[in-house]
């Protein structure tokens, strides 16, 4: 019986509790409540939420909040917008190739059961677990005070790629391993080598998955903010690469502290939102676009 | 030539795979050797279970930071886990097909969210609402607290419940609920007494998930908690996390107290690896 079928059932269910115990047709109606209740109460509160952030927000959304510079009169949102885009692009360049090759070796490469490849994947749930805040403190020990960075995008922007590393792997890991045997044992069959076979048969064969995960990573990096407090720091203009920066997430922190600017906080949610919802977006087309091949 | 270049890709995915390694060596030595001597300096049992935290006086004690996190993280645990997995199993088993198209990229987008927008959120509308129902009955508090905190963390890890329960829920053979519907169980028996129990190890996974994203929540949580570095039993009033002292004092600490911080990290470090370990042991018997 499939699930569908499962739904269908019901009625028929239904009509068996109506000649059952009553005690036993009451239990399963308060069950039954519960679990809808449970189901409302949850989407509810994600519409409350997009809903309030939204509504009392877009009305903040004015055109001095672009202008280029940040003033303490006209707190911009325009430097910590480029400042997002930077590290992002940043922590990209070292999170996507590195996860994906580590994908690649692991898929690819390794042989099964392959003691080393145990301790990978136990580092790497490892990573995914650890809070930004011990990202933001490790980063801040190491990037910034040990290789004396200084508060500065590229310690910002490394310490995000660590972060994002797990996600960006096992993605890539779920994307290659989808990829059918056939379509590397074609390519063997024609003469090509194991390169040869991985980028041109494999990867793009992945692709779209992969895309999926690194789109999820954006995602992150742009909400991220406890991780960059320490490391990326607070200013607010558009950074080099050893200068401080503040991101859309951090700036948003800085004044909601500020009482005084409560208006504009709630402004930067509205396109915090934007963004993360059309990065869920994006990679669930990505992820489509898999399925269907 | 090819040959060469063949073996050099080889090594190049390879150590690349090993960065994963790299990174997590590195993190506990560098949080280690900075969290430690403080730890020495100031006394590991006074450290853990000093009731003060006075950096001006120069003493350092943790316990109520430690105590801020656990109260905090069973509150949202006890909010959060009912919620989360009652909506697993409507994912699951009661979800018509066309409305789960709607609702499972809600469920994603719940846990896309940035945390300073759940925190903005919870600074502007439940923290108002625990001081309106307080005030109902006469108690006169801000409603920052560990109240507000826990209703907020407790929609935070919605999406971890409901995503790990119900692919817990999924894994479980469909003949186990065609046994139980033809031993004459209704619909809701056979779900909450055969398939959810046979999902128990992969729900208390989804929960363990739950507690260490809860117990590192930083940014959401110093918006509603109040962060007074004080004990109390008392639902309604501030407390602070460990995440919250690091980020609060951080910026300006120096010396002995910059390093109590660090150390910390390393005791809220220690608690997510412990958490981890704990994660791990359940899938892997959920796998077995």
């Not at chain 1, 930077?86 to 360049?93: D, K, P």
């Not at chain 2, 560098?30 to 950096?55: H, Q, R, S, Y």
Request: some cysteine; hydrophobic content about 55%.
């Amino acid at each position: 019986m499939t699930r569908e079928a499962v739904s269908a059932a019901k009625p028929a269910v239904r009509v068996q509790a109506k000649t059952g115990k009553v005690h036993g047709a009451a239990s399963a109606a308060v069950l039954k409540g519960l679990v809808y209740g449970a189901a409302m109460l949850t989407f509810a509160v994600l519409l409350f939420l997009l809903g309030y952030i939204l509504v009392t927000g877009i009305p903040h959304l004015k055109p001095s909040l672009f202008q280029w510079n940040y003033t303490s009169e006209n707190v911009s949102m325009m430097p910590a917008i480029l400042t997002t885009v930077e590290t992002t692009a940043l922590a990209l360049l070292l999170a996507v190739p590195l996860g994906l090759f580590t994908a690649v070796y692991l898929n690819e490469y390794a042989k099964r059961g392959n003691k080393l490849v145990n301790v990978i994947r136990i580092t790497t749930e490892t990573l995914s677990g650890i809070p930004s805040i011990v990202y933001g403190l490790f980063g801040m020990l190491f990037f910034v005070t040990r290789l004396h960075w200084g508060y500065s995008l590229l310690a910002g922007a490394m310490t995000l790629a660590i972060m994002i590393l797990p996600l960006i792997m096992r993605t890539a890991e779920e994307a290659l391993m989808a990829v059918p045997d056939s379509y590397r044992e074609g390519s063997f069959g024609l003469g090509a080598g194991r390169l040869r076979t991985i980028f041109r048969i494999v990867l793009p064969a992945a692709g779209p998955g992969i895309l999926s995960g690194v789109i999820l990573g954006i995602g992150r990096i742009v909400g991220e903010t406890a991780a960059l407090i320490f490391t990326a720091g607070t200013m607010a203009q558009i950074p080099g690469l050893f200068q401080s920066g503040r991101t859309l997430a951090i700036h948003m922190y800085v004044l909601s502290g500020e009482a005084l600017h409560m208006n504009e906080a709630n402004a930067t949610a509205v396109v915090l939102l934007l963004v993360v919802l059309l990065m869920n977006t994006l990679s669930a087309l990505a992820a489509k676009k898999l399925t269907k091949k | 030539m090819k040959n060469f270049r063949e073996n050099l890709m080889h090594m190049v995915f390879f150590l690349c795979a090993l960065t994963s390694i790299f990174a997590v060596v590195l993190i506990c030595i560098f949080l280690f050797a900075n969290g430690v001597p403080a730890m020495k300096e100031i006394g590991l049992l006074d450290f853990l279970t000093g009731a003060k935290w006075k950096p001006g006086n120069d003493i350092y004690g943790i316990l109520p930071m430690i105590l801020g996190s656990l109260y905090i993280t069973a509150g949202a645990i006890v909010i959060g886990v009912p919620i989360g997995l009652l909506t697993a199993v409507f994912m699951a088993f009661y979800c018509p097909k066309k409305l789960y198209g709607l609702l499972k990229p809600c469920t994603e987008l719940l846990a896309g969210i940035p945390s300073i927008v759940y925190g903005f959120f919870g600074m502007v509308i439940i923290v108002p609402a625990v001081r309106a129902v307080a005030g109902v009955f006469g108690a006169d508090i801000s409603g920052s607290s560990i109240l507000a905190a826990s209703i907020l963390l407790g929609i935070m890890i919605l999406p971890t419940i409901i995503g790990v329960s119900e692919a817990a829920l999924r894994a479980v053979p469909m003949s186990y609920y065609e046994g139980a519907v033809a031993m004459g169980a209704r619909h809701e028996r056979a779900i909450f007494t055969v398939m959810v129990p046979a999902a128990k190890s992969g729900v208390l996974a989804g929960i363990v998930l739950g507690i260490g994203r809860a117990i590192g929540e930083t940014m959401a949580v110093i918006m509603v908690a109040g962060n007074q570095p004080r004990l109390t039993g008392s639902m309604l009033k501030g407390i602070r996390t460990m995440t919250a002292n690091i980020v609060l004092e951080m910026g300006y600490a120096t010396g002995l107290h910059r390093e109590a911080l660090i150390a910390t990290g390393v005791v809220l470090f220690v608690f997510i690896l412990l958490i981890n370990l704990a994660f791990s042991v359940l899938k892997r018997r959920k796998e077995a």
